[in-house]
């Protein structure tokens, strides 16, 4: 008997030390879009006859994907959250949030519910997200089972979450593993998961309702991809920054050049992709979409004949056709809105491209943090909830428990 407990325990320790997390992602249209849209009558201008009113700015995005985590002890707290690699901290409203981020729009962290949490205090946070003022603390994280004490949390007290789907962010962007690790770091220093790599899956697909994408933390998802068109580019390593940084070698829009050697971020939480308003003007021109406050329209019908996007990144090209960077299920009489704006206002280099899930939700994408490596593959199209090295593991751990209670 003891024998059987001791092999029983050292399985189970292999399958929690290193089976790889699967996290499901959902996915809902942002409430918005439809009101921007709905607003686009008694225009001052006309496209197709159809008329545009100027309304007000829309400043979050129209697809949003989401998973959840829990926080706290003894009972953890739910939220829905998206993962980006724009940051590396977990960002979730506090019950003291103001109405823009809670708690009447949003799910919020309360600290007195939590007997694991410590906070620090006030902080100023560098991250390019639309939070003004935060609280720092720790505690303990929970995903998909696997949690990890003494996280870093930043609850939000102020700032723009109205308009958002989910209720916080998970960054999963460049970290120190030993100063404030995020919480996919200190997975992986706690050998929690087999390897400091994530895998991403966004389905795009408008009927999709239920699981809608995956991610998975420690490895990538082998029935997803197709292995043949895997090849990975070296993302930018200096100077250090916690973002998921490569080069763009050149970008056609059709066989017309936008630009050649520029930097771009790749962001895994935002459907647009966001560049300097002067080279936009080149797809403007090739494309005959209309600026609209900062957004620019396209009649849906134009759609079949939009010439390509074509980026070459690290000598291979990744082309996106026009229903991949318009979005033609939110539209009014027709309209529908170019999943491309300008990067002004945006804290970052004014040259600077961002890449967000107009282009990532195409591919698959496999991010290795220790070689600093990215990999865009195209999808096999099947599709499993958990990554094929995992479910072996948990196959092999239920035969063996079946065989000794038998």
């Known amino acids: 008997m003891l024998n059987r407990l001791f092999i029983f325990s050292f399985i189970f320790s292999v399958y929690t030390a290193y089976a790889f997390i699967s996290i499901p992602l959902h996915k809902e249209r942002n409430p918005l879009v439809k009101e921007l849209l709905n607003e686009l009558v008694n225009s001052s201008f006309i496209i197709n006859k159809k008329s545009i009113h100027p309304s007000q700015d829309l400043h979050f995005n129209n697809l949003q994907y ?12 739910s939220f829905k959250v998206s993962f980006t690699t724009l940051s590396t901290s977990i960002y979730v409203p506090s019950i003291a949030a103001t109405l823009s981020c809670g708690p009447k729009n949003h799910k919020t962290f309360i600290e007195t519910d939590s007997k694991t949490f410590k906070a620090t205090g006030n902080v100023t946070d560098n991250n390019p997200l639309p939070y003004t003022s935060l609280k720092e603390g720790y505690d303990t994280v929970e995903v998909d089972g696997f949690a990890v004490t003494g996280q870093q949390i930043l609850l939000i007290l102020d700032g723009k979450c109205d ?29 929690r998961i087999p390897q400091y790599v994530v895998g991403l899956s966004l389905n795009r697909n408008p009927k999709c309702r239920n699981q809608c994408g995956e991610i998975v933390f420690g490895g990538w998802n082998s029935t997803n991809v197709n292995t043949k068109s895997l090849s990975y580019i070296d993302a930018v390593r200096y100077p250090y920054t916690s973002n998921w940084k490569i080069v763009l070698n050149q970008v056609l829009i059709g066989s ?31 494309t005959h979409m209309i600026p609209y406050n900062s957004f620019y329209l396209l009649d849906k019908l134009q759609v079949k004949n939009l010439p390509s996007l074509t980026f070459s990144i690290g000598g291979l ?37 961002i890449l967000g899930t107009a282009f990532v939700g195409k591919y698959y994408t496999i991010l290795d943090y220790t070689n600093r490596k990215v990999a865009f593959a195209t999808k096999s199209g099947c599709s499993l909830v958990a990554p094929l090295p995992s479910m072996i593991l948990l196959i092999f751990f239920a035969t063996v428990i079946k065989v000794w209670t038998s």
Do not use: C, M
């Open 317 to 353: 090209d990744y082309t996106l056709n026009g229903e991949d960077y318009v979005d033609t299920v939110d539209d009014v009489k027709g309209l529908s809105i170019v999943l491309i704006r300008s990067n002004e206002g945006l804290q970052i280099p004014k040259d600077t491209w």
């Open 66 to 77: 989401y998973g959840h985590i829990k926080i706290g002890e003894p009972k953890g707290q």
């Open 256 to 286: 017309r050049e936008i630009v050649r050697n520029r930097y771009a971020l790749i962001d895994t939480s935002s459907s647009f992709i966001w560049l300097p308003k002067s080279e936009i003007k080149i797809i403007e021109n090739a």
């Open 163 to 191: 308009g958002l789907v989910y209720d916080g962010v998970v960054g999963i962007g460049f970290s120190d593993l030993n100063k404030n690790p995020s919480l996919l770091a200190n997975l992986y220093k706690n050998k």
